[in-house]
């Protein structure tokens, strides 16, 4: 089913991309007018993820654990270094290698969030770390933390907006969010735009640039919001950026210019 009104303005006024995918000419976002949710299952964690990355979820714990604690120091510059009183909720959290990386870094009460019952199991046994097994949608928060955390799980939703807000709700103040999600500005939009078309995935409700995450995160309230490359990609820009891959690097950088972006944001207070 097609729908053109944007889930995140609500504003129908939109640049068509593809016939399924449009940018609102209000918020910048880019929305899948074609939705459809994923179903997941077990597989996605063995024989799927594999077909990927060629290997499974679990075997890429070492590359998963050391991007955890990339973004857990980003996390800790804001939070402070005392981090024994502080808690966390890993929405989406899969084997829990991101909560047992914030437990590692030194978070008081660490928790997850995740609608694989196998996923869920495996993070309970192999790191004794709690996991709520629910969608995010229906989970009902029985505290507010002071970390919230969602690694490519926002352009999942089919209520982005609705699902910020209530990430918001269940921070303290001056809490932190911190999320990976797909950025529209970047190579492969840009350099590569009948690929990016082709392989949009059917479940991504939305692809967002660094200026519109911001904005909308600070519709929502938020006072405080950066923007980083969650990875760089030259090849995907073309030669001279591999052969000045440097330059490239610094200038991403500067200009937050990635297909995948890390964004921190501080609840007001």
Same mark, same amino acid.
């Given at each position: ?43 996605? +964690?063995? @024989? ?9 979820? *679990?075997?890429?714990?070492? =590359?998963? $654990? &050391? !991007? ?29 290698? +991101?909560? @047992? ?9 660490? *928790?997850?969030?995740?609608? =694989?019952? $196998? &996923? !869920? ?149």
């Amino acid at each position: 089913m097609i729908d053109t009104q944007c889930p995140i303005c609500t504003s129908s006024s939109f640049k068509k991309i593809s016939d399924t995918l449009l940018l609102c000419k209000v918020c910048s976002t880019v929305y899948n007018a074609g939705y459809a949710p994923a179903v997941y299952c077990d597989d996605y +964690f063995g @024989k799927e993820y594999h077909a990927q990355y060629g290997k499974t979820y *679990e075997e890429d714990f070492e =590359s998963i $654990y &050391a !991007a955890s604690l990339f973004r857990l120091k980003i996390i800790q510059n804001l939070s402070g270094n005392n981090l024994s009183g502080k808690s966390l909720l890993d929405i989406g959290c899969a084997l829990g290698f +991101f909560c @047992k990386a914030a437990r590692d870094a030194g978070f008081g009460v660490v *928790e997850g969030l995740e609608i =694989s019952h $196998y &996923a !869920a199991d495996y993070c309970k046994q192999q790191f004794n770390i709690p996991v709520h097994v629910a969608g995010f949608e229906q989970f009902a928060a029985n505290r507010k933390y002071d970390v919230i955390t969602a690694w490519f799980v926002i352009e999942h939703f089919a209520k982005p907006y609705a699902m910020l807000s209530k990430i918001y709700d269940m921070l303290q103040d001056r809490g932190i969010f911190a999320c990976t999600l797909p950025s529209y500005f970047g190579p492969l939009f840009y350099c590569h735009r009948k690929q990016w078309i082709n392989t949009h995935p059917q479940d991504h409700r939305i692809d967002v640039a660094p200026w519109s995450i911001k904005k909308l995160l600070k519709r929502i309230g938020f006072s405080y919001v950066r923007c980083f490359p969650s990875g760089y990609h030259p090849e995907r820009f073309g030669a001279i950026a591999q052969k000045h891959k440097n330059l490239y690097v610094k200038l991403s950088n500067i200009l937050c210019f990635s297909d995948t972006i890390l964004v921190i944001a501080v609840k007001s207070f």
